[in-house]
């Protein structure tokens, strides 16, 4: 892992901890925020219709996620939990078009673009490969392999067959000689 990754992934993963463990000691905050999505969304979903109990999953989700991309471990699935964890709470809890308060539609949008820009840091993280080739690629030199062997085969059966007729008329005029 280089230095950069080493220093960024923490640094990334530290907001999440932190907001995940808010989360999880207050979730009555939250959970009025997030009430209108988690009634909307639950009976479709088939999850819980409880605002404070969704608010806490998330919570562990942004901790548990979060924890392991400081870590360096799992870093790929862990930025997409923390996508996943990070747009339902942006959604709901910074609505800043929504406020009346001047101050306060600032703060919610000084939030807001912050959770955006968070937004975009993990999803460069969900598809850095760490300097290795990703699945795509490596599928793709899979394929090319396969096909080399492929072309190869044929070429080397072709030669096969062109040499057993050789071989085959050889041995047919030299019984022919010998008959003869």
């Known amino acids: 892992m280089t230095l950069v990754r080493r220093i960024a992934r923490p640094l990334l993963a ?3 901890v932190v907001d995940g463990v808010d989360q999880l000691k207050h979730p009555g905050r939250h959970a009025e925020a997030m009430r209108p999505l988690v009634e909307r969304l639950a009976p479709r979903l088939g999850i819980p219709d409880d605002p404070e109990l969704i608010v806490r999953a998330t919570g562990v989700a942004m901790v548990t996620a979060g924890s392991m991309l400081a ?3 799992f870093p790929r699935t862990s930025a997409v939990v923390l996508v996943g964890a990070l747009l339902p709470t942006t959604l709901t809890a910074h609505r800043y078009w929504s ?3 001047p101050e306060a539609r600032a703060t919610q949008r000084t939030r807001f673009y912050r959770n955006l820009g968070l937004l975009g840091g993990v999803l460069i993280a969900a598809v850095d490969t760490g ?3 990703g699945l795509a690629y490596r599928a793709h030199l899979a394929s090319e392999s396969v096909q080399r062997s492929a072309r190869t085969a044929r070429r080397e059966a072709r030669y096969a067959a062109h040499t057993a007729a050789r071989e085959a008329r050889l ?3 030299q019984a022919q000689h010998a008959l003869s």
Do not use: N, V, Y
Request: net charge neutral; glycine share 14%; proline share 7%.
């Open 14 to 16: 530290s907001t999440f």
């Open 71 to 73: 870590l360096g471990r």
């Open 99 to 101: 406020e009346e308060d």
């Open 131 to 133: 300097g290795k080739p």
């Open 171 to 173: 041995k047919a005029a």
